[in-house]
């Protein structure tokens, strides 16, 4: 999302948060914003009463609750890289990889991750992300390593915590993996991969082969 668009969101989210508060507070509105009320079954009404439904209090509940956290990206003092994960998953002996299905990098190999969600912790974003790209549960999982360089994602300053773990089931693509591929780790490392990814695979051979 540019800048733009994000402002534009807070816009229209302000203004709906708006006009359903007037609603509650039983002033005035206008014909179309009566109708787009109707319409959207945030009010009914009958004999000329107006009254807000259901889905109308919770939707205030709702946009003032995400209000409050696009006013914080908004207007916080700090600009803030995104932040992504990124796993080294192995099945049976194998590297789990995939092949984008998206832009960037749109069918070029990479390994399976996505974006952390506000209020969500890093650990579970990676468990979330290799159920919904590869399809499975992973054990034996830990952090292995930080990318982030501020060029290594053509969209912007993306950090990405990369974590280490195994698959018992066989993974499946899913989200915006097009393709998975179970790979040698040796045939990986030749691969034209997204992103920074063949080079933190490379680093990761190298620290298994240190001592412990």
């Not at 816009?11 to 709906?16: A, G, K, M, P, V």
């Not at 948060?17 to 509650?24: E, G, S």
């Not at 890093?122 to 790209?133: G, I, Y």
């Not at 300053?157 to 990369?162: A, E, G, L, M, P």
Request: charged residues 30%.
């Amino acid at each position: 999302m540019d800048k733009n668009e994000f402002n534009d969101n807070i816009s229209l989210n302000s203004r709906l948060l708006d006009l359903l508060v007037r609603i509650i507070k039983g002033e005035s509105v206008s014909e179309e914003e009566l109708n787009f009320l109707i319409e959207n079954g945030y009010i009914t009404l009958s004999s000329g009463i107006i009254q807000p439904t259901n889905k109308a209090m919770e939707k205030i509940k709702q946009l003032k609750n995400k209000m409050e956290v696009l006013n914080f990206y908004n207007f916080h003092p700090y600009l803030r890289p995104a932040v992504t994960v990124d796993g080294i998953i192995y099945y049976k002996g194998k590297l789990v990889l995939i092949k984008r299905g998206n832009e960037p990098y749109k069918g070029l190999y990479a390994l399976p991750g996505g974006y952390v969600n506000y209020n969500e912790t890093v650990e579970d974003a990676f468990l979330r992300e290799m159920k919904e790209e590869i399809g499975v549960d992973i054990y034996q999982w830990k952090l292995f390593t930080v990318l982030s360089d501020p060029k290594r994602d053509p969209r912007g300053h993306t950090i990405s915590i990369v974590f280490e773990g195994t698959a018992y089931e066989e993974p499946k693509a899913g989200d915006d993996a097009s393709e998975v591929f179970l790979i040698k780790e040796e045939d990986a490392i030749k691969l034209n991969m997204a992103f920074d990814h063949q080079e933190v695979i490379k680093k990761f051979i190298q620290c298994k082969s240190l001592p412990r």
